[in-house]
């Protein structure tokens, strides 16, 4: 087992969520309006799962570990993630101001919800890979199996902020729920 299990599988439940995104987008684009409430719904679990609950955990426990390192790219990983924070942030602000006006047609309100629904799943996909392709693998590297094991602990025991919603369980069953609406596969997760 990796000390980054939990967060990979949180990757993979943000991924399926983003998947369903991307459906949405798809519609809103062939049929020039949006569902409102499973866009609403989208939108605050990336706020609340993605951006609160998961990158709470990330800044609190594994950016302290890799503190003063550098990724391939040359930037510092709580760089690089405070940058792609600030901009997908942007981007849900932009896709939560445009749902009302997409959900009635209107083609302004369609077509920002499209730009920053595709640029928002480009965004996410990138910062999930980098973490996983670098940052998670680089983690592991410089932990020894007792600091593993204490550090997996650790992501266990997190417990989500009060302002962050639910738990990880509750969003699990929500994004599936989300996911048999739009006919995407659920995310297939690790042992932990």
């Not at 040359?74 to 445009?98: D, S, V, Y």
């Not at 302004?108 to 693998?137: C, M, Q, S, T």
């Not at 600091?147 to 962050?164: G, H, I, N, V």
């Amino acid at each position: 087992m990796k000390s980054t299990n939990i967060l990979v599988n949180e990757h993979r439940v943000i991924e399926q969520v983003l998947n369903c995104l991307e459906r949405m987008v798809e519609r809103c684009r062939t049929e020039g309006r949006l569902e409102d409430g499973p866009a609403r719904d989208a939108v605050a679990f990336f706020r609340e799962f993605a951006e609160c609950s998961h990158l709470a955990k990330e800044e609190a426990i594994l950016f302290p570990l890799v503190a003063g390192t550098k990724c391939p790219q040359g930037c510092r990983p709580a760089e690089l993630m405070a940058r792609e924070k600030t901009q997908g942030h942007a981007h849900l602000e932009a896709l939560a101001g445009a749902i009302e006006g997409a959900a009635a047609g209107d083609k302004d309100a369609v077509r920002r919800f499209i730009e920053h629904g595709e640029a928002y799943i480009d965004l996410l996909l990138k910062y999930v890979a980098n973490e996983e392709d670098w940052l998670f693998p680089h983690a592991n590297r410089l932990l020894d199996d007792d600091s593993k094991r204490r550090l997996a602990k650790q992501f266990q025991k997190t417990e989500p902020d009060k302002a962050c919603g639910p738990t990880p369980e509750q969003y699990v069953a929500f994004a599936n729920r989300l996911a048999d609406r739009f006919g995407v596969p659920r995310a297939v997760l690790l042992d932990t």
